[in-house]
């Protein structure tokens, strides 16, 4: 409780601490956005923005507030997790959640208000927007508009300039002059806003920031705070405070990151547009330089031009002037001639008449009239040719103006063509950036109001759930408050209950625990008793299902021994369950070291009592691997024979004892095991009066120790015949009899002598089945014989019969001594747990049910 009580509290300041940053985030956006959009709202905004007392400020401050309140939110709800984890209680985690619930539920209805505020906002912010759009298309249009009107004046200029005369063309050109530094004056003024722009945004990029700033303090304080927290020990509300200061600081840090991203979308932006408007100034002071360039030529070729006719009119004026000077003078000359003339008529007539010297001096003068006459035609045809070079000069000078202006004015076309071509160019960019950046504003805010939308819609949604969990956490908290108080008392109650009981139990538990210990003594005694009497314990083996058992695919496993009793076990035949009841029944994972039931029956052997211990089966079920095993896993055999020498050892003080071994093999006829002969054998009555079975001619072996017996049973073992049947690659062909016989000398009272038979039959085999033919079925002819007369003899000691047919084989009058009345008899059924072997496990089991019944009456110490 203390805990989800300190979790809310720390919720609610970190509430007053998220509104108060809100509110400082939007005063500080005020300051920036407030003077250029607080007068430019329209009716209708105002409309919206009316019952809303917030300052108004920029989407994406707001978004980002939003933003950060929504982080918060989340992180809230996970430390109150992390809450209900450290507690480990259902109940609590629920509280927790309902908490987180609350606390959320408080945190939307601000962010609901927040939302609205923020939607007037925007739409006071799209507003303005779009104002800036227009204003700054007209001012673009203006622009335009301006430099049209260069462009015309400067036509207008030339168009004049074609018509004025140099003079004139010198006045345009003062007026070009200008105009041009007119033009300077505008792009001075264009710099100018240009640099007071630059200087507004650096100013809001220093405001964000600043706020930047403020948010990194933040941080750092929560830092701090997380340290000394930190370094608080053990206390779990310093935990959870720590841990809700860490989400805030990562949140925070968020929300700077993202301010920052967001402050460098502006910086870029603005910049973006700021180089555009750069680059086209700078391509209109290119432009207008390149046009004074060229009226610089233009001018300085005019000027050249007027020189140039200046001086060819001055040359032109020197030489009429020369010209009309020398006609003026041949004119005169002519005349004063002209006025000689009567004088020189009348000497002529008197020359011809009077004097040859005056005819000779007529000569002279008609011939300088001749030369003086031939010089005035040179004269002539010098002033006409010089008048057709004038009119010549003048053709070309006006021909070479008109060819001039005429280049000129392409040129000058041609420039207005390029000029047309960059405006419309400059134009198309210019709308092209302007559409951009509305698209590029619209797409923004078409994402902040779809991610508005969303958050709307999840508010919308959220209510009704937080009510219902609302009414949930009112009456969960009523039942916590008084849940521990009930849990104590409950805990209380129980432990009492628990204590009581616990002592009650182990009070009875010690009645039953000594109940059970004389039941346990008394089924022991009775036990002991029943072997006592019947002498006879059959023990069944399961052999467990080998790779090579199953020769058919998919054969089931019919045989189960019951895991709860260890005397029954289960036959499935027909779709129907056959319970068979033993002395115990081996599980089919039962391993060699299991079978300890001989270990009683071996002390009794070295006590007086004839033991004989038997395998029976089916070929293949595993008698001969449960009677003798393997190098690494020994059977039976081994295993009694050990038991044997330890009690020997223990006892070696108070008896003396020696130990013989013979082994027979009963395979058609009787055999020794022990000799290389291979002589056949027969069973007689010994004739030292005891009444005993004897084999004459048998090789006994004293044994001296157990070492000694591993190496006689192997060469038992090597001796024996088996063969390979379908059922079993190496089927034993004969029944082994491996018979030790204990002399025991009390050192004290006297001599005693007591036989342990260990006996691994042949299997019983169906012919059919084991696929013997020839000699094999000749054997298992005998085998099964043999065994027939062993189940008649069992049968008739279970008929408690007078006559008992122990000599109808030699099998069963070999085992005469062990089988017979006072001695103590175990037989090892082993059957195959598998389907196809059903048949044969039936019998075998059918056969250990009869010996079971068998009684062989109380055991005897055979003594002498
Ligand atoms: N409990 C067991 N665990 C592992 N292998 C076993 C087990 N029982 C029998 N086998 C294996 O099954 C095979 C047949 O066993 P075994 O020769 O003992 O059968 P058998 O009853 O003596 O047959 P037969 O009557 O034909 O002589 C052997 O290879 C043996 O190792």
């Given at each position: 409780q203390e805990a989800e009580h300190v979790s809310m509290e720390t919720g609610s300041k970190r509430c007053g601490h998220t509104s108060k940053l809100g509110k400082k985030a939007f005063a500080r956006l005020q300051l920036d956005s407030s003077s250029s959009?607080?007068?430019?709202?329209s009716p209708s905004d105002e409309d919206d923005a009316d019952g809303t007392d917030l300052p108004a400020c920029t989407p994406l401050a707001a978004f980002l507030s939003f933003k950060q309140e929504a982080e918060q939110r989340r992180t809230s709800q996970h430390h109150l997790e992390t809450a209900a984890k450290i507690t480990d209680s259902p109940l609590v985690a629920v509280m927790s959640h309902l908490l987180t619930f609350l606390e959320q539920y408080s945190h939307f209805q601000q962010l609901q208000q927040q939302a609205d505020q923020y939607r007037v906002q925007l739409k006071r912010h799209r507003v303005q927007h779009r104002r800036q759009m227009k204003a700054l298309r007209a001012s673009y249009r203006q622009r335009l508009k301006d430099k049209k009107s260069i462009i015309t004046s400067l036509e207008e200029a030339f168009s004049q300039q074609q018509t004025q005369s140099p003079q004139s063309e010198v006045e345009s050109l003062y007026g070009l002059q200008s105009e041009r530094s007119r033009l300077r004056g505008e792009l001075r003024l264009l710099h100018s806003q240009l640099e007071q722009k630059d200087k507004d945004r650096y100013s809001r990029i220093q405001a964000f920031q600043q706020q930047i700033d403020e948010l990194k303090g933040c941080i750092e304080e929560r830092e701090e705070e997380l340290s000394r927290l930190r370094t608080a020990s053990g206390a779990t509300d310093s935990e959870k405070r720590v841990l809700c200061l860490t989400a805030e600081n990562e949140s925070l840090k968020q929300s700077l990151s993202v301010t920052q991203g967001l402050l460098q979308q502006l910086s870029t932006i603005p910049s973006q547009s700021s180089n555009m408007i750069m680059k086209e100034n700078e391509n209109l002071r290119s432009r207008v330089q390149q046009l004074e360039m060229s009226l610089q030529q233009r001018a300085e070729q005019l000027s050249n031009l007027e020189r140039h006719s200046e001086a060819s009119e001055w040359r032109r004026g020197e030489e009429l002037r020369k010209r009309e000077d020398r006609v003026r003078e041949l004119q005169l000359e002519l005349d004063r001639e002209r006025a000689k003339d009567p004088v020189v008529k009348y000497v002529t007539q008197t020359v011809e008449v009077e004097s040859p010297a005056t005819l000779k001096h007529l000569n002279k003068v008609r011939q300088k009239n001749e030369v003086l006459s031939e010089k005035l035609g040179h004269q002539n045809e010098r002033c006409k040719q010089l008048e057709e070079q004038i009119r010549k000069s003048d053709e070309y000078s006006c021909n070479l103006q008109h060819k001039q202006i005429a280049a000129y004015e392409r040129e000058i076309s041609s420039l207005r063509e390029q000029l047309l071509r960059e405006i419309g160019h400059l134009e198309e960019r210019k709308e092209e950036a302007v559409k951009a950046a509305a698209s590029c504003s619209a797409e923004h805010f078409q994402n902040l109001q779809d991610q508005f939308f969303g958050l709307q819609k999840r508010l919308t949604s959220l209510p009704p759930t937080l009510r219902s969990m609302k009414t949930d956490y009112a009456s969960l908290r009523s039942q916590v408050r008084n849940f521990s108080d009930f849990y104590g008392s409950a805990i209380n109650e129980a432990k009492k209950q628990i204590s009581a009981a616990i002592t009650e139990m182990s009070e009875a538990n010690k009645d039953l625990l000594e109940k059970y210990r004389k039941e346990v003594a008394l089924r022991r005694k009775y036990h002991e008793q029943l072997v006592e009497l019947k002498n006879i314990r059959v023990l069944c083996r399961v052999k467990p299902v080998l790779k090579e058992d199953?020769?058919?695919?998919g054969q089931s496993v019919v045989v189960t021994p019951d895991p709860n009793n260890e005397s029954s076990l289960t036959i499935l035949n027909k779709g129907k369950d056959r319970i068979f009841e033993l002395d115990k029944v081996f599980q089919p994972?039962?391993?060699?070291?299991?079978?300890?039931?001989?270990e009683p029956l071996v002390t009794s052997c070295i006590d007086g009592y004839h033991v004989c211990i038997f395998a029976y089966g089916q070929?293949?079920?595993?008698k001969t691997y449960t009677m003798?095993?393997?190098?690494e896993n020994p059977g039976i055999n081994k295993r009694a024979l050990k038991q044997l020498f330890n009690v020997i050892e223990d006892r070696k003080d108070m008896w003396s004892y020696s130990v013989t071994v013979s082994s027979v093999e009963i395979y058609n006829e009787v055999l020794d095991l022990?000799?290389?002969?291979g002589e056949k054998l027969d069973i007689k009555i010994n004739?030292?009066?005891?009444g005993q079975l004897h084999v004459p001619g048998l090789r006994v072996i004293e044994v001296r120790n157990f070492q000694h017996i591993k190496k006689i049973l192997a060469t038992a073992r090597r001796n024996r015949v088996t063969f390979g049947t379908q059922m079993n690659?190496?089927?034993?062909?004969s029944h082994a009899l491996l018979c030790v016989t204990v002399e025991g000398i009390d050192l004290a009272t006297g001599s005693k002598t007591t036989k342990l038979n260990l006996v691994d039959l042949a299997g019983s085999e169906r012919v059919w089945k084991s696929g013997a033919e020839g000699e094999r079925l000749k054997e298992a002819q005998n085998i099964n014989r043999s065994l027939l007369a062993l189940g008649d003899v069992i049968q008739a000691l279970r008929a408690r019969?007078?006559?008992?047919?122990?000599?109808?084989?030699r099998l069963t009058y070999l085992l005469q001594d062990s089988l017979g009345k006072g001695s103590k008899t175990v037989m090892v059924v082993q059957v195959s747990a598998l389907e196809s072997n059903l048949g044969e496990t039936l019998c075998s089991l059918k056969f250990a049910q009869r010996v079971c019944k068998v009684e062989l009456g109380p055991a005897a110490r055979k003594i002498e």
């Open positions: 959009d607080s007068d430019e709202l199953q020769h058919e695919e994972q039962a391993t060699q070291e299991e079978f300890q039931e001989i070929t293949g079920s595993g003798e095993g393997s190098v022990l000799s290389k002969d004739p030292d009066g005891t690659q190496h089927s034993s062909r019969q007078t006559h008992i047919p122990f000599r109808n084989s």
